[in-house]
């Protein structure tokens, strides 16, 4: 007998299911608030902390369980946890393994937003937060306290670009039963295998070469050890930082063509930065395949390439006027902040306000090379010098 419905209930129900053996390369993307149970059993069974299975639509669907595992192969960890962005990535380790009463320390070159996000947590959560010259290596012991609980790591640092000695951190944290994260953003886990140098948390800015798009912000943890993976999971839950299976299927779209690209931006920047480096208005080159930058020696032990980003510090005659005017004259490179995709960037730093012992006078610009001929980026930059007077 038919048992036609209501158009209004015909609208939301319908029995027709897809034919089963779809195959192609993309991912499906999966949206889901509510994931459906197939009886109260099967959901009172149910942990959200099972990766074996689906409860939630911020515990994950398909398409964000896929990224995850990729990711954590590519970093060669066990567990991912996906964010809203890098910088909620960051929060995401703080919360997970900071209490009041611990001591943190993070990198005196750190990324701003995880400064800022110290700053916040030594003034209202009673934590406390110390800063440490980057390039300390192993004399990092000095400043360990019993209460030292996390060291913040980057390699480089993303506007003065100094390398840290990873692996010398983590020796003396681990001596002191501290954790050792790293924002692995730089590398793009490509040109720097964090967990064969002793790390406990690789976190990445998916947003950058990840994606590759410019056009998504996302940010992950990749841990190799349950116990810790269990606890980003907890502070994932409770801070609710679930991701748009949208973004999640354009980060996926960009990571057959990452490593291609990301050659490709290390082929251009050392090209442009060689070139820079031969000019007289040029006082510095802070890339770490370059002698000028601090820690360019680690770099050639620990790491096996370099990506598009690299800072300048134009000779002291020049004011900060002048480079504003420099880098207002670049018509390839676009004012802008994030790297990572096609369009090449410039940036100047005021390098003082963010770092009480910067030495030196000349002014700092930061450039990401995109992926167009490095030979127009040069011209558009010798163009620019031009006018420098
Ligand atoms: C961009 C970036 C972040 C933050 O990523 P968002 O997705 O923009 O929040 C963190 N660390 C570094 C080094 C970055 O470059």
């Known amino acids: 007998m038919s048992t036609k419905k209501s158009l209004q209930t015909s609208l939301i129900h319908s029995d027709y299911i897809a034919p089963e053996g779809f195959a192609a390369f993309p991912t499906a993307i999966h949206h889901a608030s509510t994931v459906l149970f197939e009886n109260v059993a099967a959901m009172r069974a149910r942990n959200w902390q099972d990766k074996s299975g689906y409860t939630y639509g911020l515990h994950g669907t398909p398409t964000s369980f896929t990224l995850e595992a990729r990711l954590a192969a590519i970093e060669g960890g066990t567990g991912c946890v996906l964010a809203p962005s890098g910088l909620a990535a960051i929060a995401l380790v703080d919360f997970a393994v900071l209490k009041s009463g611990d001591d943190v320390l993070l990198p005196d070159n750190v990324y701003n937003p995880n400064r800022e996000l110290g700053t916040w947590l030594q003034h209202d959560f009673g934590i406390t937060v110390r800063y440490y010259d980057p390039t300390i290596g192993a004399g990092i012991a000095a400043l360990m306290q019993p209460d030292t609980r996390l060291i913040w790591t980057e390699a480089p640092g993303s506007v003065t670009m100094e390398v840290p000695d990873i692996p010398a951190i983590c020796t003396v944290a681990h001596a002191y039963g501290a954790l050792v994260a790293i924002d692995n953003t730089w590398s793009a886990g490509i040109a720097f295998d964090a967990f064969a140098h002793g790390v406990d948390f690789v976190m990445h800015a998916l947003t950058k070469y990840q994606s590759g798009g410019s056009d998504v912000l996302m940010g992950a943890v990749i841990t190799r050890d349950d116990a810790l993976r269990q606890k980003l999971d907890q502070a994932h839950m409770r801070l609710g930082f679930g991701v748009g299976m949208d973004d999640a299927f354009l980060v996926m779209r960009g990571l057959p063509t990452m ?80 790297w990572g995709g096609a369009n090449s960037l410039c940036v100047p730093y005021r390098v003082h306000g963010m770092r009480a012992d910067w030495q030196g006078s000349g002014q700092l610009v930061r450039f990401n090379i995109g992926l167009e001929e490095p030979a127009d980026l040069i011209a558009d930059i010798e163009k620019a010098l031009q006018k420098l007077g």
């Open 259 to 338: 490593k291609l690209r990301f050659d490709a931006h290390d082929a251009g920047a050392r090209n442009v930065a060689a070139w820079l480096k031969a000019r007289p208005e040029i006082a510095r080159v802070l890339h770490p395949a370059f002698e000028d930058c601090p820690g360019h020696a680690i770099w050639k032990r620990d790491f096996t390439g370099a990506g598009g980003l690299f800072s300048v510090i134009f000779d002291e005659r020049y004011t900060e006027a002048q480079t504003d005017r420099f880098v207002d004259r670049l018509e390839l490179f676009k004012i802008g902040f994030s």
